[in-house]
């Protein structure tokens, strides 16, 4: 049986400067969810370089990635 591996490429965009992976470009096949901090966007798009679904789990944990990236700025950067 062969495994087959999905590639991720992930989009950040905070403060209207994006960040992205080596090699990034949108597809079809994505989740999103975004926070603000101190009144600033923070978006995460996480893309599947092929046709598959998300699971309900996987937006769980990004909503869970942003949660914690927040609280990091506003406890270490004092941002409130």
């Known amino acids: 049986m ?4 999905l590639y991720l490429k992930l989009l950040i965009v905070f403060n209207h400067k994006n960040y992205l992976t080596s ?9 999103s969810d975004k926070i603000k901090i101190n009144n600033k966007k923070l978006l995460i798009e ?3 370089s092929e046709n598959k679904s ?3 789990e996987e937006q769980d944990l990004l909503k869970k990635i942003l ?3 927040k609280a990091f ?3 270490k ?3 409130l």
């Open 77 to 79: 950067l004092g941002w």
């Open 23 to 31: 090699h990034f470009s949108d597809t079809p096949w994505k989740i």
């Open 67 to 69: 949660v914690q990236i």
């Open 73 to 75: 700025f506003e406890l």
């Open 46 to 48: 996480v893309y599947y």
């Open 2 to 5: 062969l495994l087959k591996i």
């Open 54 to 56: 998300f699971l309900k």
